[in-house]
């Protein structure tokens, strides 16, 4: 009985998986260097969960499940919603701010494409309970720590930067009521995801007058906060994105930002500033996103305190790597090899092998135990340092090291060999 | 709105978090020791995989969902099925044998109890293409390698060990016929998990005849195999149950290990030894198993290899290893605290931070810049090796560190102070 593996999932055979570990391994020590900590939630949630941030149009993005009561259970599309169930239920005993990091594993139910499947990885940052730019520029910092130190630069990935408080207010400049804001967001944020004639014609679907998507385009085209300021006039979120700016000038990551206030982020959530990371040709879809969110927290119950984060996913970041070639995951290398001249010797080999494990090594052996030349070759190729041949001279515990760089060998005797050894573990 | 989580289920807060992250990178760091390659599947599978190894019974404790074509699949409650897939998609390429691990996150819809989540996280480790008894004795060793490590001690976890093959030629010397074996094995693993009379009235149930259950009861009650030959002769499994043991002793790990006929494993799917790992006294459930399964493979439509492994819980793991104290994270230590004297040097603390973590140092500061006590407090509860406090003499490009452990200050200048840090980036 053959069965297929489910559509637009994924098989991590070991070396997929050495480059999901080595992404998320950077992950996690570039988010520890920066002061997170790291947390984690169940993959499942009750539905409602996921309708509280995103509302209904989420649900049928959303692998839905029943418990055993019957009750409406999703496997999680995102984490922030149990982000803001697990902080709220220890918002009295959690010191502030909290700064914490997660690599959840994802579930969408949507069509699989390239750079999307229905099952992936994404890297979280949330600073909760800072109502300061300092934060936001902090989050954003956070990202690209992570993306120079794997070796993209500012020629590869761009962060473009806006702000929904600036958003809200030329909209509501250019006479957009405020009840259709929401639903707004979610049509500008297909800007430069949509061809340019749909975009128009669904944008203009949502306002009661032609002229107005007129404006907003036009708005959302401009460069600079200069040119803002002389068709809308001065706004009061210039003040905030001149400090983030600023902010990352100073940390060496400008080259990096540019304002584009195009940037809108999907989701009515988002109160302040906004981004997300492209690669800065525009080929791909967004690397990440992410912005400040200080409503959140109080939507899922709990108290009025401010937060800001980005979530950064494994596909569409592992497509780019591989493309500049900068995906490139350690092996963990065999220590010892241990040999035998031939299968009379067999146990001894795996015995050798089992005592170097036994003190941290990492050591291997074969159980076919065929021709020395091709265990010889199995050691090479497997990168051990050493290799050990056990053979006649096991019979007067001695045993041969060679050298698998410099191709040396020597004969020595067991007991001054394991003597030798400076145990691996902690 | 207040959304409670799923019953059943784990948050994991940042001690919780570095706890199972504990678990997990021990789990790993010996896995790979042992000469094992990491592999993961999908979180969900078609419900049907589930149902090949083990039968229509499992269904009704998986987490079931549809996809959008309607087709039924499951949240994953073990990993062998995915694995037995794996391997079967990729069998003329795979260089033999195959020893993978994994460390999967799994669910199952129980009623959550002690030590038993409904997800939950399970260490496998498997060699696939290896029909010899040293395949059985590395998996072995490579779970008591970690036990080991971690400092669990004979006194403490105890690896009980039978034979599939010997208890099936028992069976049939008990008269037993051949098609109720399958069922029979459920029942019989069920004999320290039930009360005794619950047992013995499922077990009879089972069989044609009492004298049976007697006799089987008997049998699971013997010690050594001695024992059994004088009451069942001589069994073809006691040269492969031998061979295993004295592979263990050799290891140093014989301590460990226990001839116990009553081990039975639950599934039909085991084909030859059967273990599982115990907390010494017995107050707990089993911390893991496993055994050799040489059919799987084939019973998933592919060739007909043999192979061995086992799956050991985090749950009841954990339990134990806090009961003994042994469960102790290491927290990652702060490379460097950067405090300043009031809040007009907040954003110079934040500045060189972020200098620091460029450099790859784990670095914080205060985003509330209190009092200067408060934030060396802070530094100190964080763990931090040096403190560097920014005040006045900053403006003159100077800066003073402070060793947290001798409490020495030194005052220095900016340029030199980074000149001489050695980057701690790769």
Known sequence: MKIPPVKGTKDFYPPDMARRNWIIDGWKRVSIRNGFEEYDGPIFEYLKMFQVKSGDEIVEQLFSLKDRGGRDLAIRPEITPTLARMVNQQINSLPRPIKWFSVPRLCRAERPQRGRLREFFQWNIDIIGVDDVLADAETIFCALDYLREVGLTPDDVVVKISSRKMLAAVLNAVGVPRKNLDSLYAVLDKKNKLPAETFEKTLNEQLPD????????????????EQI?????????FDELTELISYLNEWGVGDYCRFDPA????????????????????????????????????????????????GIGDCILGILLKKKGLLKPETKELAYFVACVNKDYKDRAAEIA???????????????????????????????????????????????????????????????????????LK
């Open 210 to 225: 032609p002229k107005m998507a007129d404006k907003i385009q036009e708005f959302m085209n401009l460069e600079d906060m």
């Open 354 to 424: 089992v005592q170097l494990r036994s003190k941290g090594f990492i050591a291997d052996f074969s159980y076919k135990a065929g021709r020395l030349g091709k265990q010889l070759k199995l050691a090479s190729d497997s990168g051990a340092k050493q290799c050990i041949i056990i053979g006649e001279e096991f019979n007067s515990k001695q045993l041969v090291v060679k050298d698998m760089a410099t191709g040396q060998q020597q004969l020595i005797e067991l007991d001054k060999f394991f003597a030798q050894l400076k145990s691996e």
């Open 263 to 310: 940037i809108v982020r999907g989701l009515a959530y988002y109160t302040g500033i906004v981004y997300e990371i492209y690669d800065r040709p525009g080929e791909l879809r967004a690397i990440g996103g992410g912005g400040r969110y200080d409503n959140l927290l109080k939507q899922f119950g709990g108290p009025d305190i401010p937060a800001t984060g980005f």
């Open 229 to 237: 300021e002389k068709m809308f006039g001065r706004q009061d979120a």
